[in-house]
C-alpha cells in the first residue's frame, strides 16, 4: 500500500492512482487453537501491514472461523507464513468481508489504535439507535446478529445494513429497467430475434455488475462517488452535509441535541480558508443544535484542490489530541496569458488523452459533443471582466465538451467512466452535481473539471440529458437558444434605480421559469397546464412596445439601455417564435406572460385580443350606467333604410326599402383602402326614430362577429357629445380611447396594429360649436381620421344641417361615393313585433302598473286613439305611448286627440313619480323620515331648473362626464378611472 503521511493525516485510498493490496497478518493457527481453549469468546488478532506487490507469495486455502468468511488462494489473497504470525495479502473485495478486532498494530508507519475486545454483550442501546434508522428494513434480532458478528463496531454495522439495501434497490432497479426495455422493444419491433434479445440482456447484465462494483466500492471509501440510494441511507447515519471548502466530521457533545443522543457524526463546513485545532477540545457549531458544542473531530474532507496533486477531493482520518492544520483554496488555470490558456485548451481537448476517455465514452453509446471552436474572445473576454475581476486563470469553460444521454441510467454510467480519469492519465479536480440540487440558473447537469497534466489545463466535461440540453442540432425544444439569448441578456446587467431593479428580478425569475420547464424541474402535468394557456401571435396579434417606436433603427438604439434592449428581443422571440411541442408552449406562456407583465406594463394590452378585451369591458361599464338604453336593446326591432328620405305620401307604397343592418355590413365587407371615402357612411333619421339605439346594437353584432373571428374589425362606438373638444378635434378618437381606459402611450401602437369600426353617434348635437371654427369644413380630416385604419358610421339627425352644410362637412369635396342612408319609421309589422317584446320585458321589469295587459289588448286600445296609433311609426315615441298608454286610458276617452305634449306631460309625471319613490326608499333604508310630496316637487324644480338652462345654453342633451379637459389633454375622473382599471387588470389577467 502506497501511503501518503503528513502532520498525521493520513490520506483516503480515493487519492492513489496505483492498485494496491490491503495486508491482513493473522495469528497462527496454533496460537489461536490454544487461545481458543483458555478463553473461547477471544477474537482473531489481525495486524494491518502493507508488502510490494511484486513479491511472490505461497498461495493456500485458509478458513476463518466464526464471523471471518472463507478466502479463497485464487487471485483473493496471497499468505506467508512467518514465525508464529500468519501474513495475509488479500483483495479489496476480500477485505471487505473482514472485521479487524482485538489490539490492531499497524505496520509500515501508520498510526496504531486499539480496538478493545470485550465480552458479548446484549448491545441494546446500540440496537435501539439502530432500528429508529434501519427499523423499517431490518428487525432487532437480526441487528443483535450483526453487532456480535462486528464485536459491536456500529459503524461497520451501519455499512453493512446500507450496502445491503443498495444492492437490493440496484438489483430490483436493473431489473424493472430490463423488463421494460423487453416490452418496449416488443411493441416497436416484433420481429426482433431471440439473440438480439439475448445480447441486449447480457449487455444490460454486464452493466449491473460495473454498477454493483462502483457501489461497493464507495462503500468501502467515506469519499467514494455515491448513488442517489446510498446517498439517502447515508443521510439516514450522519447530520449535515458537505460542501466546498474544508469539512470536518466530529460527534456534538450537547445532550439535548438529537445528533449527540444518537451518537451520529455530525459534518460542519468551514469553507475555503485556513484553520487550526486540536481534535479533542474544539468548539464547532452543531448544524443540528445550532450551539458549539461539536468538541470531538475524528475526520477531515478537503474539498479543494492541492496543487501538487489536483485532485478535487482528499479525506483524513483525525487522531484523537493532536494538533492539525488545513488549508482550502480553489482551483485556478496555471497560464501565463489569456493566449496561453486558448493554447493550452486547445492543445487538451485534442490529446490523446482526452481523446482516450471519449471513445471510452461512446462505447456506452454516450453522445459527445466537442465544440466547433473555443469560447470566442470577446465573450470570453467580457466574462473574465465581469465575473471574475480580469483574473483569467480563473476561466474553466474555454473548453468544454457536452455529454448527451438518453437517460439517468447512461448519464450515471457517463459519470462514473469519467471519474475513472486516472486510467486515461487524467484527474478529476471537481465534482458538481446539478441533477437533485438546483443551480444558479436552474439548468441540469453534471459538471466535471478534468485536469489534464500534460497541458496543466483544467477542461470541463459538462454531462445532462438530452431532453434537457439547449445545444442547437441536439435539443429536442423548439427555439433551443432562446433560454440562452435570455440570459445573455441579462447576464452583466447592472440596474439602476429601483425599477430597473424590479425588472431584473422579473427577468431572472422569468428565465428560471423557463429553464424549470425545459429541465422538467416541475412535473409533466404542470408543464402541461401552463402549455393549455398558449395562444402564439398569429392568433392574438402582439402590439410592439411604445418604447420602442424610437428602437427602429440600429443608429437611433441605445446600446447601453439594456431595458430597451430586452424589451426589443422579447417582443421578437415572441413574433417569431411558433411553438408546437408542449414544452414549448409553456416557455412561450411564461414569455408572454413576462412581457405582459414587465415590458408592456399590468394594465396596458399587449395584443389585439388585450385591446379587445379593454374595449368590451368598457362597453359593459357604460350599458351598465344607461340602463335605458340596456332596456331597449332588449325590444330592439330590425329598422329599415333606403338611400332617399322617407316622405309620408302614397310614393313609399311601392316599399323598397331595405333592411339596414345587413346595409351596414355589406358596406363593412367591402375593401376602402384604396378610395376613403368608400369608408365612410352617413346614417341620418329624424328625431326618435331609432338611430342611437342600432348604433348600439349594431356595436353589439360586430362585437359577436369578432369574437367569433368572422371579422376583423373592432367596433367602437363613441357618443360625440361627450367626447368633442373644440380645442383638441384632431385628437378626438385618441380621447375617446382614453375614455374606454386606453393608455395614451398605447395609441399610436394601437392605431398602427388594428382595424377598427369607429360608430360616431350624435353629429348633430356638436354642430353648433363645429361650425364656430374656420379650420377644414370636411369631419374626415378635421378629425384626422385618415390616420387609421377604420370604417366610419356617423349618424346625424334630419333637418339639423342644411342641404350645403352636408356636402361640406358630412360628405365632403368628392360626395359622389360617400354612403348615405335613410332610416325609415316602424311598418305594421314591426310594431305588432315591438309592442309582443314590450309585454314580455313589462312583464319583467314593469315600465307601468299594469304588467297583465297583453300584446292584443294594447293594439286593440291605439286603435282607439287615431293620433296615437300615427305616432307609434316612430321607435322612441311607441315606447313612451306603450309605457303611459294605461294612464292615458284613465284620464282620455275613447277616440280623443291626444297630443305630443299631452304623452309628454303624462310620462314626465310617471318618470318623477318612479324617481321621487326610489329616493324615498333609499332614504327609508338609512331611517330619515321623508315626505314623498316634498321629494316630488323637489324632484320636479330640479329638472325644471335644468330644462331652462338647457334652453338658454342651446344645448339638447345634458351629460354627466367623466372627464375634463386641461390645455387640450384629457383628464378621466379618479373613481371613473380606479373602477374601470380594476375590471380591465381581471379579464386581461384571465
Known sequence: MYVKQSFG??????????????????????????????????????????????????????????????????????????????????????????????????????????????????????????????????????????????????????????????????????????????????????????????????????????????????????????????????????????????????????????????????????????????????????????KSTINLIVKAIDDSIPVQDNNYQCSYTIKSGLSYELKANKIKQHAKSIEDLRERSESAMSSIEIRNLITELRKYEITVVKP??????????????????????????????????????????????????????????????????????????????????????????????????????????????????????????????????????????????????????????????????????????????????????????????????????????????????????????????????HIIGKTNPACCADVAFILQAARENELEEDIAISQALETYIPLQANNYPYIDSDDNKKNDAYDCYQHVINFLKEDGKSDQQSRIMILQGKSGSGKSLFCRHLEECLWKSYDSHSTKYIPVYISLPKCYNELNEAQIIAQALQMKQINKDMISVIRENISFVFILDEFDEIFDRYNKSNAERYFYNRFNLHEWNAKIITTCRSHVLNEEDIKQVLLGPNNLTTSMVYLWPFSNEQMHGYIDKFVTMNKKNKFNEHSDWTTRQYEKTLKNYPNLHKMVEEPFLLRMILTVLPALVKQHSIGTKISKAQVYEAFNEQWTNLHAQNIANKLAELRIQTNLKKIKAAFQEYCQNLAFEMFIQGNQIATEADIQYRDSEIIINEDSKVEMESKISMKICR
Not at 422 to 431: A, G, R, Y
Not at 539 to 554: A, D, F, S, V
Open 9 to 290: 493525516l493520513q490520506m483516503s485510498q480515493e487519492t492513489f492512482t496505483k492498485p494496491e493490496l490491503k495486508v491482513i497478518v493473522i495469528e497462527s493457527f496454533c496460537q489461536k487453537k490454544k487461545r481458543a481453549v483458555k478463553k473461547k469468546k477471544n477474537r482473531n488478532r489481525f495486524v494491518l501491514g502493507s508488502m510490494p506487490d511484486s513479491e511472490k507469495q505461497t498461495r493456500r486455502k485458509l478458513t476463518l472461523r466464526r464471523s471471518f468468511v472463507d478466502v479463497y488462494n485464487k487471485d483473493s489473497a496471497c499468505m506467508d507464513l512467518n514465525d508464529d504470525n500468519m501474513h495475509v495479502w488479500m483483495s479489496e473485495d476480500t477485505m471487505r468481508n473482514c472485521a479487524l478486532v482485538s489490539n490492531m498494530q499497524c505496520c509500515g508507519g501508520m498510526q496504531n489504535g486499539n480496538i478493545i475486545t470485550c465480552e458479548p454483550e446484549n448491545f441494546q442501546r446500540e440496537i435501539k439507535i439502530l432500528i429508529r434508522l434501519f427499523g423499517d428494513s431490518i428487525d432487532s434480532e437480526e441487528l443483535q446478529q450483526k453487532m456480535q458478528h462486528y464485536n459491536g463496531n456500529i459503524e461497520l454495522v451501519i455499512k453493512e445494513i446500507v450496502r445491503q439495501s443498495v444492492e437490493r434497490e440496484t438489483k430490483l432497479d436493473e431489473e424493472s429497467k430490463m423488463d421494460a426495455l423487453r416490452d418496449t422493444e416488443q411493441v416497436k419491433k416484433k420481429n426482433v430475434s431471440y439473440m438480439l434479445l439475448f445480447n441486449a440482456f447480457q449487455k444490460k447484465k454486464n452493466k449491473k455488475k460495473r454498477a454493483a462494483s462502483e457501489s461497493d466500492e464507495s462503500i468501502l471509501s467515506p469519499n467514494g462517488s455515491r448513488n442517489k440510494s446510498l446517498q439517502r441511507e447515508m443521510e439516514k447515519a450522519e447530520v449535515g452535509e458537505t460542501k466546498a471548502g474544508i469539512n470536518l466530521q466530529g460527534y456534538c457533545a450537547n445532550e439535548t441535541c438529537l445528533a449527540s443522543r444518537a451518537k451520529l457524526p455530525v459534518w460542519i463546513n468551514i469553507g475555503f480558508d485556513s484553520i487550526t485545532f486540536t481534535s479533542s477540545s474544539t468548539a464547532f457549531c452543531c448544524p443540528d443544535c445550532k
Open 372 to 597: 466547433p471552436s473555443l469560447k470566442g474572445n470577446e465573450r470570453l473576454l467580457e466574462k473574465i471582466r465581469v465575473d471574475y475581476g480580469g483574473d483569467f486563470n480563473q476561466a474553466f469553460d474555454i473548453g468544454r465538451f457536452t455529454i448527451l444521454c438518453d437517460n439517468s441510467t447512461k448519464l450515471q454510467t457517463a459519470v462514473a467512466v469519467m471519474k475513472k480519469a486516472e486510467q486515461f492519465n487524467l484527474i478529476v479536480s471537481e465534482d458538481k452535481d446539478f441533477f437533485s440540487k438546483q443551480s444558479r440558473t436552474h439548468h441540469r447537469f453534471h459538471n466535471i473539471k478534468l485536469y489534464v497534466p500534460k497541458h496543466d489545463v483544467y477542461i470541463e466535461m459538462q454531462a445532462t440529458l438530452k431532453n434537457y440540453t439547449t445545444l442547437e442540432g441536439y435539443a429536442v425544444i423548439d427555439n433551443p437558444k432562446l433560454s440562452h439569448l435570455f440570459y445573455e441578456q441579462i447576464r452583466v446587467w447592472k440596474p439602476i434605480g429601483a425599477q430597473e431593479e424590479e425588472l431584473k428580478q422579473a427577468s431572472d425569475e422569468a428565465l428560471t421559469k423557463i429553464n424549470d420547464i425545459i429541465c422538467e424541474w416541475i412535473d409533466e402535468r404542470e408543464i402541461r397546464k401552463i402549455a393549455s394557456r398558449c395562444k402564439p401571435h398569429s392568433e392574438i396579434g402582439l402590439l410592439k412596445p411604445p418604447q420602442l417606436r424610437k428602437y427602429m433603427t440600429n443608429e437611433q438604439a441605445d446600446t447601453s439601455d439594456i431595458s430597451q434592449k430586452l424589451a426589443n428581443f422579447v417582443y421578437e422571440q415572441l413574433c417569431n417564435f411558433i411553438p408546437t411541442k408542449i414544452k414549448c408552449r409553456a416557455i412561450y406562456v411564461i414569455l408572454l406572460e413576462y412581457f405582459k407583465e
